[in-house]
């Protein structure tokens, strides 16, 4: 348990493989500092005013989200009584999961041989987690699209947060419905531990995921992936693409390395099916000093680009590639240079105007790794495609499709895809006929 293993001193760490692990042994460490003063635990702005660190960078280093500089490391570990051995260890493990990440092996899955995929029913990193600690995932990614999100959302009202909102809109349904549910507290709990991000505290037995589903009216293909997944299905896969170097000829403007840790795309077309928007959340990490910028770009110079506040879209410029294709790109310049290790949220919609209409799909391509992605197609009720498919080419521009499945439309006309794993070196989406 991890109460009992922070007063006995036992950090976890012989056992840590992942920046997530490391995470959970800061939180034992600061536990441990509160027990044996008989105080309240220190809170990320305690630590930030004695450290001189930001509170959002204590926040991502005690969360596993960011991986501490050594010298940020040590002065954290020794703020918390860490002891000398104590110390080495952290310093040993933080050592480890850098030069991991420099070669390239922040996730590295022995290839199955199936069209280059590996198979995935949820993965952290380095090790296997469970299908519920998968499903899990993927449920609190729903619960933040539409339309489930309207529901909860008119239920947040100080001080009650998105958890409590989420517990007491289950809990009206179960009470319309006439089934018993247990105490508010121990209800509350129950949801609350089927949400839960730290892997070691997830509980989601298929009862309280039937709560979500039916209490959420969740569409047939949102409800089919929870289930598949929690029933160890891998309906949720980790991508590892084949497409060469040369068929993915986006350029980064910036030579400054950054790494994608989490990436939403979200396309909108119009009554025409052409495209007519295109949302972009996209969470950055700085692997040097100075990264300021990264390109972006569209196969379509008839767009504008509005970035939310952080960062600056530059004038629209053509990148041209070896075999004579145009694309169009802007450089999104962010306000203040990033350092190492530190990240950066940028928010971003573009406004598309294609004069003729494009090929039925959406490509993604991913030159560099992105741990997380999520691709979503919203399409207008003047024209519903006959059939989608979620597929995989070899190459951006034309190429053959290397692999394609079916995918049904919910009954808002959306589709998406979670790849919880992320993807590299691939080119993906959704295609479909008119």
Known sequence: MEHESSETGDLRLR??????????????????????????????????????????????????????????????????DADEAERRSFAELRDALDERRRLGRDVSDPDDGRDGYTGYSGHDGHRDVSPEVATSR????????????????????PPTGQIEAIALFIGRYLAATDE???????FRRRIARALERDRRAT???????????????????DARQLRHLHAGSPAIRYVRGVAGETRIPILQASTTPYRTVDLREYHYLGPDGRPRKHRTDRIIR??????????????????????????????????????????HATDIV????????????????????????????????????????????????????????WAEWDDLDGGEITHRE?????????????????????ILGFTWEW
Request: glycine residues 4%; without cysteine; aromatic residues 12%.
């Open 15 to 80: 056992y840590a493989h992942s920046r997530e692990d490391l995470g959970h042994s800061l939180r034992l460490l600061r536990r441990r500092y509160a027990w044996q003063r008989h105080i309240a635990e220190p809170s990320y702005r305690d630590l930030a005013e004695q450290t001189g660190y930001s509170y959002s960078t204590i926040s991502e280093y005690f969360n596993g989200k960011v991986l501490p500089a050594s010298d940020r490391l040590y002065a954290i570990v020794t703020l918390l």
């Open 138 to 157: 993927l449920l609190r990614e729903l619960l933040d699209l539409e339309p489930y999100r309207a529901k909860w959302k008119e239920l947040v009202r």
């Open 180 to 186: 018993a549910v247990q105490e508010p507290d121990v």
């Open 203 to 221: 509980v989601l037995s298929s009862t309280t995921l039937a709560w979500f589903i039916e209490a959420f009216d969740m569409h047939y293909d």
């Open 286 to 327: 700085a692997e040097a000093d100075g990264f300021q910028k990264f390109t972006f770009v569209v196969d379509t110079a008839a767009m504008t680009v509005e970035v939310e506040a952080g960062a600056t879209p530059g004038p629209v410029y053509q990148i041209r590639t070896k075999n004579g294709t145009v694309y």
């Open 334 to 389: 962010l306000d203040t240079p990033l350092s190492r290790d530190e990240t950066a949220v940028l928010n971003y919609t573009t406004t598309l105007r294609y004069t003729q209409p494009p090929p039925p799909e959406m490509r993604y391509a991913f030159r560099s790794p992105v741990d997380k992605f999520l691709l979503s197609v919203q399409f207008d009720t003047a024209r519903v495609p006959s059939r989608l498919w």
């Open 406 to 426: 079916p995918v049904p439309l919910s009954a808002s006309l959306r589709a998406h895809r979670f790849l919880d794993g992320g993807a590299q070196r691939s």
